[in-house]
C-alpha cells in the first residue's frame, strides 16, 4: 500500500508539473510581442528563431496547449478520485476532488501564468524546445484541431471582413507615453516621435512662411539692387517677379549671384540669367506630398498658392525638416529662436509676445490655450477676434487675460501685451 501511495503521490506531482508547464507556455507566447520577438532575432538571443517560428503558429501552438492542458488535469483528476477510493473510501471523494482543484489553481494556473506574464521573455526561452517537440509528437491530433480553428477564422472573416493591425496608431501612442514614463524613451525623443505621427497631417498651409514675410526683387533689378536685398533680408533666395509681386517668373539663389562672372553681372539681363525656374504646389499639399514632389523634381524651394492662383508663401526643405525635428540650423548656420526667448517679461503676470507668434507653441510658454480655424498666429487670432485691423491700445478680453495691441504696423499687429489673472 505504501509504495501505491508514493507512486500515485508522484504521478500526481508529475501531472501538476505537466499543467504548469502547459499554463505557462500559453500565457508566455500570448503576452510576447511580435516587435519583441523581432528585436530577440536581431539580437541574437537563446531560442529566438524557435520562438518566431512557433508565435507564427499561433494556431498550432493554443490547439498543442489546450490538449496537453485538458489531457493532463483530466487524468490527474481521474487518478485523485481513484487514490481517493482506494485509500480512504468513496466519502471522500469529494474532499480529494476540493484538494486536487485547489493545488489545480495555485500551482498550474496562479504561480505559472503569473511568472509568463511577468517574465514572458525568459518563460518563452525555457519553454520553446519542449513545446515544439510535443507539436512534432502530437502532430495528427494537433493538425485536426489547427483545421476547425481555421475554419472558424475562415468563418470569422467572412462575418466581419476585417482583418486586424499588428499594432495600431493609439497603441504605438501608448507604447511611447508608457516609455516616457519608465525612462526609457527621454522627453525631446517623445516628442519628435509625436511629430512624425503628426506629419502625415501636415499641409504646406500649415508649414510655409507667408507672403508678408517673402522678399522680392524685379526681373530687371540691377547687381547693386540684389546685393542690397541679399544684405538686407539674409534669405539665401528671393522670388523674381515681373511687373508686379502676384507674377512669380523665378527664384534667384544668392549663389548665383555670388558666382556669376563679370558679363553676366553687367548685362542688363543679369536677374533673368541668373534664376532659375520656380516650383508651384498647392497650399493644400500635405507634407508627404511636397517631399515627394521636392524628390521627384529634385527641388528644394517651392511657392505655395492658394485655390485662386495667387502666392500665398514660400515652403522649403527646411520648413518639412522643422515639422518632424523642430529648431533646426538653416543654410546659414543661424538657427530658430526658441518661442520661450521671444517673450519678454514686463511685469507680474505681464508679458510681450510677438504677433507672429505660433499658436502651438503658447501652451508651452504661457500655458494659453487659443484656437482659430483660419490662423495660426497670435497676431491673427487676434485679427480675427476683432474682425478689424486694431489701433495700437486695442484691448481684447479672453477668459479673464487681457490682449492689448503693443504695436501695430505694415497691416501686421507686431507685437501683443499680455496681462495674465
Not at 500526481?12 to 500565457?27: D, K, P, V
Not at 521573455?121 to 484541431?145: D, G, H, N, S, W
Not at 516616457?180 to 497631417?201: C, P, Q, V, Y
Request: hydrophobic share 50%; proline share 3%.
Amino acid at each position: 500500500m505504501m509504495a501505491y501511495i508514493i507512486m500515485t503521490v508522484l504521478v500526481i506531482l508529475i501531472l501538476l508539473l505537466f499543467g504548469a508547464f502547459f499554463s505557462m507556455t500559453e500565457t508566455a507566447f500570448t503576452s510576447l510581442s511580435k516587435i519583441t520577438i523581432r528585436q530577440m532575432v536581431k539580437d541574437h538571443e537563446k531560442n529566438s528563431v524557435l520562438i518566431s517560428k512557433i508565435k507564427s503558429q499561433l494556431d498550432t501552438l493554443i490547439a498543442t496547449v489546450l490538449i496537453g492542458t485538458n489531457f493532463v488535469n483530466t487524468l490527474n483528476s481521474a487518478v485523485v478520485t481513484a487514490f481517493a477510493i482506494k485509500v480512504f473510501g468513496p466519502e471522500y471523494v469529494t474532499a480529494a476532488t476540493s484538494v486536487i482543484l485547489i493545488l489545480v489553481i495555485v500551482f498550474v494556473e496562479i504561480i505559472p501564468k503569473t511568472y509568463a506574464a511577468i517574465c514572458s521573455k525568459r518563460a518563452c526561452q525555457i519553454t520553446a524546445v519542449p513545446i515544439f517537440v510535443i507539436e512534432k509528437v502530437l502532430f495528427i491530433v494537433v493538425k485536426i484541431f489547427c483545421l476547425f480553428t481555421k475554419f472558424i477564422d475562415f468563418l470569422e472573416k467572412i462575418v466581419f471582413k476585417k482583418s486586424r493591425p499588428l499594432i495600431t496608431e493609439e497603441e504605438l501612442r501608448t507604447l511611447i507615453e508608457v516609455g516616457e514614463t519608465e525612462g526609457t524613451i527621454e522627453a525631446n525623443e517623445k516628442l519628435m516621435l509625436d511629430r512624425l505621427f503628426e506629419f502625415s497631417d501636415l499641409t504646406v498651409h500649415s508649414i510655409m512662411r507667408h507672403r508678408s514675410l517673402v522678399k522680392y526683387v524685379s526681373i530687371q533689378a540691377t547687381l547693386e539692387d540684389v546685393i542690397a536685398i541679399f544684405q538686407e533680408s539674409g534669405y539665401s533666395r528671393i522670388l523674381v517677379y515681373e511687373n508686379n509681386v502676384e507674377n512669380i517668373v523665378g527664384v534667384l539663389h544668392f549663389k548665383s549671384v555670388l558666382f556669376a562672372d563679370s558679363m553676366v553681372s553687367r548685362s542688363p539681363d543679369f536677374v533673368k540669367i541668373c534664376m532659375s525656374p520656380v516650383l508651384y504646389v498647392p497650399e493644400t499639399f500635405t507634407a508627404i506630398d511636397l517631399l515627394k514632389k521636392f524628390k521627384s523634381e529634385k527641388m528644394n524651394f517651392a511657392v505655395a498658392v492658394n485655390e485662386y492662383g495667387g502666392m500665398s508663401g514660400i515652403v522649403t526643405m527646411n520648413d518639412i525638416l522643422h515639422g518632424v525635428f523642430g529648431r533646426i540650423t538653416d543654410e546659414h548656420g543661424s538657427v530658430d529662436v526658441a518661442p520661450e526667448k521671444r517673450v519678454v517679461l514686463v511685469g507680474v503676470n505681464e508679458f510681450l509676445v510677438p504677433g507672429d507668434m505660433k499658436l502651438e507653441d503658447l501652451p508651452s510658454v504661457l500655458n494659453l490655450h487659443l484656437e482659430s480655424e483660419n490662423f495660426d498666429t497670435l497676431g491673427g487670432w487676434l485679427l480675427e477676434r476683432f474682425d478689424e485691423l486694431p489701433a495700437i491700445g486695442s484691448v481684447y478680453t479672453h477668459e479673464g487675460r487681457l490682449f492689448i495691441v503693443e504695436d501695430q504696423s505694415a497691416r501686421r499687429i507686431q507685437t501683443v501685451r499680455i496681462k495674465l489673472p
